[in-house]
């Protein structure tokens, strides 16, 4: 994966829970479902998405939340 | 400090001959505000038969899912020392031995940033931290760390695996179950605090029959330990047991496939080809039996407390696995099973569904052919009991039973 379709996979996540913000709750293996397909074109695995929700929960972009199962959103 | 709340129900729970856990939350209330406040809300969820905390929501600690587990009072007004109540998992060390000293910083970090009172442990296995507010879950993260101590796992995660003292402490372990449930535990760092699975996955390790960490009852995947050859009889040890109480009694007639006989000329004679390997006799008279030396373990998937559907106790699905081989690897084909296992459940899974639950919905015979194992007779839902084997010669063309 090209750091520019990283950096592309990473603003998407972070919309797709910006755009369903109180809506839906993704959990996070939604969101590696969705961008995988999304990003199939573009050679991104599963691994890929992984790795790009771990860095945003990292810096603080996403945070993790609990309500009978885990799931992203965005930091409060 | 005199106590806030009047609590007449709880402090029937402080009669009796047991330690009282009413007694502990007391004498922590003598310091701290908090957990009189957590006295006044116990003993009103009591008069009421109401719960009175909330769980779950947005607490946590920067980067990681798990560790945190959310608790908010419903009744802030009344009880503001406990509107956040959140408990802190932290990962206990395999076969739970700490030294005196690490006990007392567990315990120095627990009374300066939070209530001070802890299970140890809680029935996943972490060490628990009751009571901490959400702006002080940094600091209290930080400090464990600096301690060497991690959080463990909660939400959609690996929960932080468990095992029992195994060779340590234990003359009946198989394998060592503290060396294998420290490796995985290092090994899927990033699925036990990063929750990306459809909902909680537990490893539990015992090192023999006698399930300590009850895995069978409680883990989606257990390692029960083994052993391949015959149990090691020492006749004269026996006869001893035999002058203290009826054997046929106590032994022979409990086992459970009938594969053991005794009499006082050939001594104990036991069919090792039908032995079910649950130990009742070895705990019995353990000075004269022991399990045999070809160590191994059972790996078993599938069991779960009751949620989404009933309880669900483990099924057999490696017989035998010669883990201390595979220890040599690194546990390689071990992790390699549990990829493919995790693969086949967030491919098929659905929210909120166990892994066990998923093999009942899908059939244990996709499972197995998705993973790549071979059906075998071994696997059994319950000893004596196959669910999923068809032998075909008792199957007449047409599909009548012969």
Same mark, same amino acid.
Request: proline share 6%; net charge negative.
């Given at each position: 994966m090209t750091d520019e379709t990283k950096v592309k996979l990473e603003e998407a996540i972070v919309n797709l829970i910006k755009e369903y913000a109180n809506k839906k709750r993704f959990k996070p293996g939604d969101v590696v479902k969705e961008m995988e397909s999304k990003f199939s074109a573009s050679g991104v695995t599963k691994d890929d998405v992984k790795t790009a929700i771990r860095d945003l929960t990292d810096s603080g972009r996403l945070i993790y939340g609990y309500a009978g199962g885990s799931f992203l959103a965005l930091p409060e | 400090m005199s106590k806030k709340h009047k609590t007449p129900l709880l402090d029937?729970? +402080? +009669?009796?001959k047991w330690p009282s856990f009413v007694n502990e939350i007391e004498r922590a209330a003598e310091k701290s505000e908090m957990t009189d406040d957590l006295l006044g809300q116990v003993e009103q969820s009591y008069e009421?038969?109401? @719960?009175h905390w909330k769980h779950g929501g947005m607490? $946590? @600690? +920067? !980067?990681? !899912?798990? !560790?945190i587990v959310g608790r908010f009072s419903d009744l802030p007004e009344k009880y503001p020392g406990i509107k956040e109540f959140h408990t802190v998992r932290i990962n206990q060390p395999s076969g739970f031995f700490y030294t005196s000293d690490v006990l007392r910083s567990i315990v120095d970090i627990g009374e300066k940033h939070a209530s001070s009172l802890f299970n140890f442990h809680g029935s996943t296995g972490d060490v628990q931290l009751l009571g901490a507010k959400t702006a002080e879950l940094e600091t209290i993260f930080q400090e464990y760390t600096k301690l060497g101590f991690d959080l463990g796992g909660s939400g959609s995660a690996l929960r932080t695996p468990s095992c029992c003292v195994g060779k340590a402490r234990c003359e009946? /372990?198989?394998? *060592?179950a503290m060396h294998a449930c420290n490796s995985i535990t290092q090994a899927f760092q990033d699925e036990m605090h990063r929750p990306i699975f459809n909902y909680k996955f537990k490893f539990k390790f015992s /090192?023999? $029959?006698? *399930?300590c960490t009850a895995s069978i009852a409680r883990a989606d995947l257990s390692v029960i330990g083994t052993w391949k050859d015959s149990i090691r009889i020492d006749q004269e040890a026996v006869k001893d047991y035999a002058k203290k109480f009826d054997l046929h009694k106590y032994v022979t007639d409990k086992c459970p496939t009938k594969c053991m006989s005794y009499n006082a000329e050939e001594g104990l004679k036991i069919d090792d080809s039908n032995c079910? +390997?649950?130990?009742h006799c070895i705990n019995t008279m353990p000075k004269a039996l022991r399990p045999g030396t070809k160590g191994g373990a059972t790996i078993l998937i599938g069991s779960k407390a009751p949620m989404v559907s009933g309880p669900r106790l483990s099924m057999v699905l @490696?017989?035998?696995? *010669?883990i201390e081989e595979d220890a040599k690897n690194d546990y390689e084909w071990f992790k390699d099973l549990i990829s493919k296992i995790w693969e086949f459940w967030d491919e098929y899974g659905v929210n909120r569904e166990r892994i066990g639950e998923l093999i009942q919905r899908v059939g244990i015979g996709n499972f197995i052919e998705s993973i790549g194992l071979e059906p075998l007779p071994?696997?059994? /839902?319950?000893?004596? !009991?196959?669910?999923? @084997?068809?032998?075909?010669?008792?199957v007449e063309a047409g599909g009548e039973q012969g």
């Open positions: - | 029937e729970l +402080k +009669k009796g009421e038969k109401v @719960v607490v $946590g @600690v +920067k !980067g990681y !899912g798990s !560790g009946f /372990a198989n394998y *060592d /090192a023999c $029959g006698n *399930d079910s +390997k649950c130990m @490696v017989p035998f696995y *010669d071994e696997m059994v /839902a319950s000893p004596r !009991g196959n669910p999923f @084997v068809l032998y075909e010669e008792y």
